[in-house]
């Protein structure tokens, strides 16, 4: 989803830079987009009725965004928010959660190896972008960067076992530990949470002759996020519990021990990159291409037909299996793509409008 924001921004900056004294545009970009492997994403925070993960791992991936401001000349300044998370995980862990989501017991013994990671942020700021024109033949490099304020931040991690034994035995040994800015303790009323981040993103448009063109994005190529006094959390199971409540929940009893803290946390957003190949031929344009992100690759082709009443897009890509429809006119753009109908059951969706003025 982060290469369309950058391509897209790159191909009209490379425009605006090629021409002198171009008028000035204000523009809104809206990029939202969701991709669950084991579930539809309505139902995430349910109790999952609708369960299907992939054998080994596992991603839950969120990447929503807006972003308005004004261009000129190759110039564009505008106020930019994100919000995004990230969930890996595998199988074992997903059939754990799912058990207890739904108030199984297993067949037989079993033991449930957990191990999960999930990260989310989200945050405001000011994104500066300059498109430089390589050479005549239309090359042009893009390079943007933000600054956020008070950027939000949740993390946590699972690790270690659960075992069960029938009847009812159940056993635990397990580490959870959990960051959130939204937390607050008793010991923290007069401490102050200070946090601010930057990111530098790039992107590269290579036409290859007259009817081929490359794209490269690398987006959050260079990244620092920092937290100070943030709230932390850790929780330790040792455990070995022989009932269930009346709801089907496991009474752990007191061998669950927690540890409250502040820290001070400095990272990385991560960068995703993206590949693409267009070919243009009349009034069709057809793009294959490949997006990375955190550590998942996603291939997608498109197709798409200009006509006099606008252009119409179709697109295909086959990690999380989504179908895409698309029509531009003009200033305005609007794609969505789902990979099941009604929305309400898919578990991958996005959606991508802009909107352009000139004025």
């Known amino acids: 989803m982060q290469r369309l924001v950058l391509i897209n921004l790159l191909t009209c900056c490379s425009a605006l830079a090629q021409q002198p004294a171009t008028a000035w545009q204000a523009y809104a970009d809206v990029q939202l987009w969701a991709a669950y492997d084991a579930t539809p994403i309505r139902q995430f925070d349910g109790t999952w009725d609708t369960y299907a993960p992939r054998a080994g791992r596992n991603v839950f991936l969120q990447r929503h965004r807006a972003e308005v401001g004004v261009e000129k000349d190759g110039w564009r300044v505008g106020l930019e928010y994100r919000l995004e998370g990230t969930l890996v995980t595998d199988r074992e862990t997903l059939d754990f959660y799912h058990a207890y989501q739904q108030r199984l017991r297993p067949d037989g013994a079993r033991t449930y190896t957990l191990d999960a990671q999930f990260k989310t942020w989200s945050a405001a700021g000011l994104r500066v972008a300059r498109t430089f024109a390589l050479n005549e033949s239309g090359a042009a490099l893009m390079v943007s960067g933000a600054l956020y304020a008070h950027p939000s931040n949740r993390e946590s991690e699972i690790n270690g076992n659960i075992n069960y034994q029938p009847v009812d035995e159940y056993g635990g040994n397990a580490r959870y530990r959990e960051s959130d800015t939204r937390y607050r303790y008793p010991f923290m009323q007069d401490s102050s949470q200070t946090s601010s981040g930057a990111s530098v993103s790039m992107a590269l448009q290579w036409p290859l002759g007259e009817q081929v063109t490359a794209n490269l994005a690398l987006n959050d190529l260079w990244s620092r996020m920092r937290w100070s006094n943030l709230p932390e959390k850790t929780q330790n199971l040792n455990s070995n519990v022989t009932s269930v409540d009346q709801d089907g929940y496991i009474n752990y009893k007191p061998l669950l021990t927690f540890k409250n803290s502040r820290i001070d946390k400095s990272g990385s957003i991560g960068m995703s990159s993206a590949a693409s190949l267009t070919y243009r031929l009349d009034r069709w ?28 897009t179709g697109s295909y890509e086959s990690r999380f299996k989504t179908v895409g429809i698309g029509y531009d006119h003009g200033p305005f753009r609007l794609h969505l793509r789902a990979n099941r109908w009604p929305l309400s059951q898919a578990s991958a969706i996005g959606l991508d409008a802009r909107l352009h003025y000139r004025f």
Do not use: H, Q
């Open 285 to 312: 344009s057809m793009k294959a291409g490949l997006d990375r992100i955190e550590g998942t690759t996603i291939p997608a082709v498109a197709a798409t037909y200009g006509s006099n009443w606008g252009a119409f």
